[in-house]
């Protein structure tokens, strides 16, 4: 915490911004990501999630935490067999045969094979002991931001507190393995017309709140592209297939499964996509789901202006936001969502503009946005491994279409363009008396005009200031002349400091803000960028 401050400020609390170097944001990074695998599976999870706030963080740092993995060694199997029997009864008597080792394991539960009338099933068992555990690392959590809230600014003090909110409701919910039961139940009944796609059926007889018993469906890790390739399975389709899902689960269904890493995602011997582990999952709003079809829409026909009205009606970017800068932003972000390299020296260009990295834009995550965040970053990171040339925009826009949704958004801007020519046609109507009254008051001289000064950017504050500086100055130089006249050097003295402190001020005062080391970041790019990491290591 006191690192991130001193990277912020150059006296923590005060004092001019300050930016480091890279190198350095990647050291406290890996010490972040040491500290929080150490601390165990509740801060396991805050890395994971952390990994795609880029609200909160720099993006060095979502780099870094992105490589988090929630695996732990398995617990004893004598503790988990308690677990298992005090939901379920004795283990013998439920399943045919089970397998006591572990086929995977993570910091709130673990998963195991066993036969249950004649078919392998997967039992996921919450981790023995774990409920304590997050419950005094949650406390620590809240205790936590508060202190660390004091040492950002206000923007990132709003993604902490709702980082917060939301991280204590998401661990909750996924230790309860009956919504979890419930969600799978319900995104697999929303697909299922769909062949493509596989959902794990759930054996409610031998599930309960610590214990989820499912089929067990067997499939080849979706990012496991030379296994795909021999497969003879069409990646370039899966991605599009993938890209089509998700798409539906957050714009149609409002019920989505927000933790697709590629470990929860494979392809079974049909090339269709099989979706496992729904313990985190989350609800889109209507007003929500509305306003990410407009950015969508906005996307696809490239209207910059559009896209920052959707986001600033949904809450995720403020209001005061410089519209010029971003819709630059957003075009190069459009453009390396689509594959098209983008070009450097505009980036420059950009950063030459702002005054501080892309996670001192004025972005904020509302909790109800922030796990549909996760989500697409994480699901465009999986398409693009399948394909590399994967065109996001062109599979959206396909989506909105077939759908209808672009229709829709079409209908409903030419009623609002109707609506506005009759309230036009009205005011035609009205204007002209209005005028006419006005105009015979300004004859009469009986018209007063009241108006209203605006200063966004604190001008007025800063002029304010600098008189004061310069009166202090002043003053000061007054002091100290009358001292050395009268030979009085305590009044002398006192007048030099008031000089010095004065001209240090005012000279502060005029100075403008350091410029920045960083650059936005997008997806594309920072694949790229490990991709000749790994081909210049090898």
């Known amino acids: 915490m006191w690192a991130f401050a001193r990277d912020r400020r150059r006296f923590v609390l005060f004092g001019r911004p300050r930016t480091v170097a890279a190198e350095t944001q990647r050291r406290r990074a890996e010490a972040l990501l040491s500290i929080l695998f150490e601390l165990g599976p509740t801060f396991v999870k805050l890395g994971q999630l952390l990994s795609s706030r880029p609200d909160v963080l720099p993006p060095v740092y979502l780099d870094v935490l992105s490589a988090l993995q929630d695996e732990v060694p398995p617990a004893e199997w004598s503790a988990a067999e308690a677990v298992i029997e005090d939901d379920l009864g004795p283990v013998a008597d439920r399943f045919d045969s089970f397998d006591r080792d572990p086929i995977s394991g993570a910091s709130l539960g673990q998963v195991y094979r066993a036969r249950l009338d004649g078919a392998d099933v997967a039992v996921k068992v919450r981790r023995p002991g774990v409920e304590s555990l997050v419950a005094t690392d ?33 661990i909750r919910q996924e230790m309860d393995y009956e919504r979890e039961a419930r969600m799978l139940e319900t995104i697999a009944g929303n697909f299922a017309d769909d062949p493509s796609v ?56 409002g019920v989505f499964h927000a933790d697709p890493h590629p470990g929860n995602l494979a392809v079974d011997d049909e090339g269709r996509i099989v979706f496992y582990d729904f313990g985190m999952s989350g609800r889109v709003d209507p007003f929500v789901q509305d306003k990410i079809v407009d950015f969508y829409v906005a996307i696809a026909r490239r209207d910059t202006d559009a896209v920052l009205d959707a986001l600033i009606e949904v809450g995720t970017l403020s209001p005061a936001a410089d519209r010029a800068v971003m819709s630059e932003v957003l075009e190069l972000a459009i453009q390396d969502a689509r594959g098209e390299d983008v070009d450097q020296r505009r980036v420059q260009n950009i950063v030459a503009q702002i005054e501080d990295s892309i996670y001192e834009f004025p972005f904020r995550l509302p909790r109800n946005l922030a796990l549909v965040l996760r989500v697409a970053t994480v699901v465009e990171g999986v398409c693009v491994t399948l394909d590399p040339d994967f065109d996001f925009i062109a599979t959206a826009t396909s989506f909105l279409t077939e759908r209808g949704y672009r229709e829709e958004t079409a209908r409903a801007y030419l009623e609002e363009a109707g609506e506005q020519l009759r309230e036009s046609a009205a005011a035609t109507v009205r204007i002209p008396p209005k005028a006419e009254a006005a105009l015979d008051r300004v004859e009469r001289d009986d018209l007063y005009v009241q108006a209203g000064l605006s200063d966004p950017d604190g001008l007025l504050d800063d002029l304010a200031r600098r008189i004061v500086y310069g009166l202090s100055f002043a003053a000061g130089v007054v002091t100290a002349g009358i001292g050395v006249a009268l030979d009085a050097i305590a009044v002398a003295v006192v007048g030099g400091g008031l000089v010095l402190v004065a001209a240090i001020a005012l000279r502060r005062s005029f100075r403008e803000r350091e410029g920045i080391s960083a650059q936005p970041q997008f997806t594309r790019q920072r694949l790229r960028s490990r991709r000749r990491e790994r081909e210049d290591e090898d």
């Open 198 to 253: 596989v959902f794990p059926d759930v054996v409610e007889s031998h599930s309960g709140e610590r214990v989820l018993t499912m089929e067990y469906v067997e499939g080849t890790k979706i990012t496991d592209v030379e296994t795909l390739d021999e497969r003879g399975i069409d990646r370039v389709d899966l991605a599009d297939r993938l890209q089509r899902a998700y798409m539906q689960m957050v714009i149609e269904d």
């Open 138 to 170: 949650l406390r620590v959590l809240h205790w936590t931001i508060p202190v660390l809230q004091r040492f950002v600014d206000d923007a990132r003090a709003y993604s902490l507190e709702t980082l917060a909110e939301e991280f204590d409701r998401t």
